[in-house]
């Protein structure tokens, strides 16, 4: 009997998958992978049913100028280049607003590591907003700027979590996690943000009640073993505090990343199929129990494949996001907005029940039926300026 039927014959049994057994996992292909793959899809069954969830949303990144210098990033700018901005509070405003009257419940805020910009910053956008609109649920600031940010006003991370959390701010997004181990770090980040204090800020944001997203970025210098270690350290996290919502997989974009322009031969170009494929599965079946709900990112895979992973151990497509810079920044083809049309539609043609929640996992609405009726509020809610996909994939008119 292989050695992946045996890890999955404990899985079928009730055990929890350890951390060396998820590494033989990570790594296996062909008809191992498959058999993985089915375990995850049982799993996902088992906890969230046939529906899939999306969320309205729209991402702002407020500033692309940062001087942190991570090696895999092209997204950011120094000041003086072409291209670098740094959007005004009325600006951000504008754009939530723009975003609301497309049916948005939900505003994804980042930004680069702005020498200039006072720690204050945060909570200014967050107050702005919620001015505004008090109903948009902010879903705001990386680890690495609520470092930054605690650091300009001389704070502990907890207290100012808990100001942005008394200014409106509902969640944060757990991005700059990258692949949470030091020698990973030091040659994508520098390790300018460490293992240490990635976990310390996001421990600190689920103490003070604030949810946050869990994500890995691979396929770059990494391997199973960082992948499995990354996973059993979320899950000592959530056990811990239950604050993760979901875990979002995040592929490495190679095109247009230093990381990979400047290592020829030595940075892989982002994850190959079937390490994409044991990513969403293994962990399903790593954090069942503890994290319900992986999500696939359209941003990185592009909505075919991404549909793709909905039979792997996925129960999420995200954000509609509207515009989305960084992914697009390294090159991704993808990353502008799949509609919320769309993704009915794309979650249609896998055969599962799509639903449009809010960044708590709150139902807003089912799409149980197929009549097109109930899909006409959505067409008219997409039929705005930023709705650049006039065509849909000749894959989704075949499958719907
Ligand atoms: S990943 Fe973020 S912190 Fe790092 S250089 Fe890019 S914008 Fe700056």
């Known amino acids: 009997m292989s050695q992946v039927k045996q ?9 929890e998958l350890s951390q060396a057994e998820a590494t033989v996992l990570y790594g296996a292909k062909g008809a191992d992978l498959k058999a993985i793959c089915e375990v995850a899809d049982g799993l996902r069954h088992k906890v969230n049913g046939d529906r899939v969830g999306f969320v309205v949303n729209r991402n702002i990144n407020f500033t692309n100028i940062c001087y942190m210098g991570c090696t895999f ?5 120094r000041r003086e280049d ?9 600006t951000i405003v504008e754009r939530t607003r723009e975003a609301a009257s497309r049916g948005a419940t939900e505003v994804c805020i980042q930004g680069g590591i702005h020498p200039k910009m006072p720690g204050t910053y945060y909570r200014d956008i967050v107050r702005a907003i919620k001015a505004e609109l008090p109903a948009m649920d902010i879903h705001a600031f990386s680890p690495f700027e609520i470092w930054y940010g605690a650091a300009k006003r001389k704070m502990s991370y907890a207290d100012f979590i808990q100001d942005l959390k008394e200014c409106g701010l509902g969640s944060i997004p757990g991005t700059a996690a990258e692949i949470l181990d030091t020698e990973v770090r ?23 009640g604030v949810p946050t997203t869990a994500t890995i970025m691979y396929g ?14 979320l899950r000592d996290i959530q056990k811990e505090t239950g604050g993760f919502t979901e875990l979002v997989p995040l592929s490495f974009v190679h095109y247009d990343s230093p990381l990979y322009t400047a290592n020829p031969g030595k940075v892989r170009p982002g994850p190959t199929v079937e390490e994409v494929e044991a990513m ?13 709900n992986i999500q696939t990112s359209w941003t990185k895979l592009g909505p075919e494949r991404a549909q793709g992973m909905l039979s792997k151990g996925v129960n999420d497509f995200g954000g509609t996001l509207m515009n989305e810079s960084i992914s697009r920044a390294a090159g991704s083809a993808h990353g502008q907005e799949v509609t919320a049309y769309e993704m009915v539609r794309i979650i249609r043609a896998a055969g599962r029940v799509p639903y449009q929640r809010n960044t ?14 109930r899909q ?12 650049f996909m006039a065509e849909l994939p000749a894959f989704l008119k075949e499958a719907v």
Request: charged share 25%.
């Open 7 to 15: 890890i999955l014959d404990r899985v079928a049994e009730g055990f």
């Open 73 to 77: 990033c092209g997204f950011a700018k």
């Open 82 to 90: 072409e291209g670098a901005e740094w959007l005004t509070l009325d």
């Open 186 to 208: 030091k040659l994508l980040t520098k390790d300018k943000l460490s293992t240490e204090k990635w976990v310390e800020i996001i421990r600190a944001a689920h103490g003070q």
């Open 220 to 233: 770059h210098v990494d391997g199973p073993p960082h992948w499995a270690a990354h996973m059993a350290l």
């Open 280 to 292: 969403h599965a293994v962990s399903r079946i790593f954090l069942h129990g503890q994290i319900d």
């Open 360 to 373: 708590r996992y709150e139902v807003i609405e089912e799409f149980a039926s197929h009549d097109p009726a």
């Open 376 to 387: 006409a509020p959505l067409v008219e809610r997409d039929a705005g300026p930023l709705d």
